[in-house]
Structures are given as structure tokens and as C-alpha cells.
């Protein structure tokens, strides 16, 4: 049709002088028409890049709930595009959090409102307010969701938090400072680890009895449970190692040492840490180390290590275990690592001090 027409306006023209000029007539059409196809040519390569940025935007599988204890607030991430959605108001200095055992609540810890709030995943809905003691840091979900035992960190204390009736049913004492938490998958046993005294305390579910304390690595922080529960893992924030206890004998059986695998200027800590569900890979926050290192289980050895940002305290898996999110504090960041490229793919500016993570399904 463009060609056509040009070629009526040609029959049309008149020249300037002398008779008609066919072949600078036909050098007109031809730079014409090879514009026109080369413009027709770039617009079919946008449309087909176009089309190909579509159907590689990223799938909204989850959201990743990250406490921000410097905004006192709860920020709420996409955790495929990064988008930031609107938070959640909490009580002041939010930080460990949990989600209950079917995914539907979000417990999280307002140490400087002494409470633990319960949020509704799927409709943001702030459901209600526990009571806690006091400076609640961590805590952890009974495998029956109806408990949460609560690591006041100002009280050397851990409670046991009935969540029906919001009663605390008892406080059992500890070494002062007590922060990292976990409860074995069977639910019989609480581990609560003491800051100020580098101890691991062994605590009976059912009866709140002090079974054992066990001295571990400086600045303990978190308590992750293995192997059914035969395994447990204790990190230590200020000497970059991990107590790995054989639960039932309550014995150190070794310990992981960070160092050696990074002799950099930087210090080497060890804070959080999360394993996949088939416990092929644990991920350990290096807090100031300004990295995540993935370690094998089995061996104890670094496998990789991920660059995050500074000071990274919690860390998350997504629901799929594409994913791995790292809450940085003194950064405002979090950084999202693909899990399947093993590389960092985004870092999410947030701002204020984040401090946990987690990841719930869509």
C-alpha cells in the first residue's frame, strides 16, 4: 500500500528541468522503501522484545514480612519483583517474628511494647495483642500452634505464652540476656540460648523444668533443629562457630568454625540460620561479615557465600526455596538471592534497621 502510493506521487511530480530523471525517480522509491523496511524491521524487534520482557516478569509467589525496628514497623516486600507494598503499623522495636503453623498468622515481637502481636497473612489484619513479659526478642511456635515460648531478653527469662487465652502459664529463669529460641519438631524440648553467659539451656516442654545448661560459642544467637530434632544447632555471633549438639545425650558432639573460610578484615559471625526441608542446605547470617554463608549440613563445610548488606541479622527461605531473603540492619536493605542461579539478583532499599525476615506463601 506505501509502495503505491509513492508511486502515484511520483507520477505525479513534476521536474524541476529538463525531462523526466527514471532512474533518480527509482533511487527515490528505493530509499523509501528500504526506510520503510528497516522501520517496519525495528518495530517487529521492539514488539518481539516487549513480548519477551513479559513473559519473563517474575511470578508473585510470596511476601517477605521484614521487621524494621527502626521505623516500628513491619515492611512487606514482593519477594519475585522486590515491590514494596504497604506495611504494617506494630507496637515500637519489632523483631523476631513466626508465622503459625499453617501459614495464616504472623506473630511478631514488640520488644518496647513488652507484647506479641498476631497479624492475618492473607488480609493484613492486626488480629490481637499478647501480652508477653517483658523486651520480648525471640520466640518460638509449639508444632500444635498453641504456644509460643518467648525469650524475654531484659528478664532472664522464657516464658510459655498460651495463645487461647493469653495467659502466660509459667517463666522458667535462665542465664541473663536470653535471645536465640527453637523448639524440637516432636515438641517436647525448648532451647533457649543465654547472650551475656555464652549458654544453651536445655528446658522440658511439658513440665517448664531446667533439664541442662551447656556453655557454647560467645554471644549465642540462634537454635536450629536438625535431623528430626537428633541434631542441634547453636550459633555464636562473636566467635563465628556453631555448636552442634546431639540433642538426646545433651553433648557437643563438634563445632563449625566460619574463620578459617574467611580471612578477611571483616569479622566473622555467626547469627541466623535456616535449612531447606530436605536439610541438604543450611544458610547462616554473618551478621557484621556483611555476608550469607551456605554450609553442608552433613560436613560442616562452606559450600558458597553470598555478598548482603551490612550487618545481616535474619534471613528467609521463600515458601518454594527459590529464594533466600537477608535482612540487613545498618544497610536498610534486603537482599534477594536466587537459590537455583546462586546469585544475588536485587537488593530492596528500605531504610531504618531491619531486622528479621520471613516468607509466607501468596
Not at 523496511?37 to 517487529?44: D, F, T, V
Not at 497473612?121 to 490481637?128: E, Y
Not at 523448639?183 to 555464652?198: F, H, K
Not at 522440658?204 to 556453655?215: E, T, W
Request: aromatic fraction near 6%; charged fraction near 25%; proline fraction near 6%.
Amino acid at each position: 500500500m506505501c509502495t503505491q502510493n509513492i508511486k502515484r506521487r511520483l507520477r505525479k511530480r513534476k521536474p524541476r528541468c529538463g525531462p523526466v530523471d527514471r532512474r533518480r525517480d527509482a533511487r527515490y522509491l528505493g530509499s523509501v522503501t528500504r526506510a520503510r523496511r528497516k522501520e517496519l524491521w525495528w518495530s517487529g524487534l521492539a514488539a518481539l522484545l516487549l513480548a519477551g520482557c513479559r513473559a519473563e516478569a517474575p511470578k508473585s509467589t510470596d511476601t517477605v514480612f521484614v521487621s524494621n525496628e527502626g521505623s516500628n514497623q513491619v515492611e512487606l516486600v514482593d519477594g519475585a519483583s522486590g515491590m514494596l507494598e504497604a506495611p504494617l503499623a506494630t507496637g515500637q522495636r519489632p523483631r523476631g517474628m513466626a508465622l503459625s503453623p499453617d501459614g495464616r498468622t504472623l506473630y511478631v515481637a514488640a520488644s518496647n511494647a513488652n507484647r506479641i502481636e498476631a497479624w492475618d497473612v492473607a488480609t493484613r489484619r492486626h488480629l490481637r495483642d499478647y501480652a508477653s513479659g517483658t523486651d520480648p526478642e525471640r520466640f518460638a511456635v509449639s508444632p500444635d500452634g498453641r504456644r509460643l515460648y518467648v525469650a524475654n531478653e531484659d528478664h532472664s527469662a522464657i516464658s510459655f505464652l498460651d495463645l487461647a487465652s493469653g495467659a502466660i502459664l509459667r517463666e522458667v529463669k535462665v542465664g541473663p540476656e536470653p535471645e536465640g529460641i527453637g523448639v524440637s519438631p516432636d515438641g517436647g524440648l525448648v532451647v533457649a540460648t543465654s547472650e551475656a553467659a555464652s549458654t544453651a539451656h536445655f528446658i522440658d516442654a511439658a513440665s517448664g523444668r531446667l533439664l541442662d545448661s551447656i556453655p557454647v560459642g560467645n554471644r549465642p544467637r540462634f537454635v536450629l533443629f536438625l535431623d528430626g530434632g537428633r541434631t542441634l544447632w547453636v550459633s555464636s555471633e562473636q566467635r563465628g562457630t556453631i555448636s552442634v549438639f546431639d540433642t538426646g545425650a545433651r553433648q557437643i558432639v563438634r563445632t563449625i568454625d566460619l574463620a578459617p573460610d574467611f580471612p578477611g578484615p571483616e569479622p566473622v559471625q555467626a547469627v541466623e540460620m535456616r535449612a531447606t526441608r530436605d536439610e541438604k542446605r543450611v544458610f547462616v547470617a554473618m551478621g557484621r561479615g556483611n555476608r550469607v554463608a551456605e554450609l553442608e549440613p552433613a560436613s560442616g563445610k562452606l559450600v558458597r557465600s553470598f555478598p548482603t548488606g551490612e550487618r545481616t541479622w535474619g534471613i528467609a527461605l521463600s515458601p518454594d526455596e527459590t529464594r533466600l531473603y537477608a535482612a540487613a540492619g545498618l544497610a536498610g536493605t534486603v537482599t534477594v538471592i536466587d537459590l537455583a542461579a546462586n546469585r544475588v539478583v536485587r537488593t530492596v532499599r528500605l531504610g531504618g534497621k531491619p531486622w528479621g525476615a520471613i516468607a509466607a506463601r501468596r
